[in-house]
């Protein structure tokens, strides 16, 4: 299980590293999904499979889905691509990789110093929806007023 | 079976919330930062996954489908206004909202 673990977390870095790095819009979202598709797996194996599922559904499926329907809609062509390139510079990376490694460093430091290891049985669905529908409902209902207020902004604001 | 270290969990969170920052500090297309905001949000909810795994509760499968929720809203409401922005502009370029003034 483990070694399911350290393979799915080296190949989640090393695509949001291409997503990135990437030059070309489709590709980098893509190797988004295939991120998000890791990042599911290591939800599986680390005992919450309902997370797992709604990752892949509604993070993988849903809105990567929506970001390739806007991608077509702009019609970014070759033009955009050799834009990206030229903004690619080295110049403009330096800066923003060292202070995101100071963070990096700093985060990793405080982490090390805890020595506990996780509890390798599942929460399946059953436990999750009984907290959600009993003392969690009131946050379910929250979340449905912000999807519809989602909902209408975004019909309002893609209207011509 | 052998147990995964938490801060090994942790420490993947946070390698794939610094690699969404570097992305939204670095590019400038703007469906671009738009994809590392996805990044970082994901990798936060990773982080609540990792605490739930920690102790054995549900409660951060919860938080996890709240930040997926938020995730959801907050890319519909984003992607209309990229699509606003390129009627008005012609471009994904960010640089080009310096110059919404007034």
Known sequence: MSLLFYLAAFVAVISTVAVILQSNIVHALIYLILSLLSVAVIFYVLGSPFAAVLEAIVYAGAIMVLFLFVIMMLNLGQHTRDQEKQWLSLKGWIFPCLLAGVLLFQLVSVLSSYDLNMAPETVGVLEVSALLFGPYVLAVELASILLLAGLISAYHLAKK | ?102
């Open chain 2, 1 to 102: 079976m052998e147990t995964i270290p938490t801060e090994h969990g942790l420490i993947l969170a946070g390698i794939l919330f610094v690699l969404g920052l570097i992305g939204v500090l670095t590019r400038r297309n703007i469906v671009f930062v738009l994809m590392s905001l996805e990044i970082m949000l994901n990798a936060s909810g990773l982080a609540f996954i990792v605490a739930a795994a920690r102790w054995g509760h549900a409660e951060g499968q919860i938080m996890f489908l709240m930040i997926l929720t938020l995730a959801a809203a907050e890319v519909a409401v984003g992607l209309g206004l990229i699509i606003q922005m390129y009627r008005k502009f012609q471009t994904v370029d960010i640089s080009v909202l310096s110059e919404m003034k007034g």
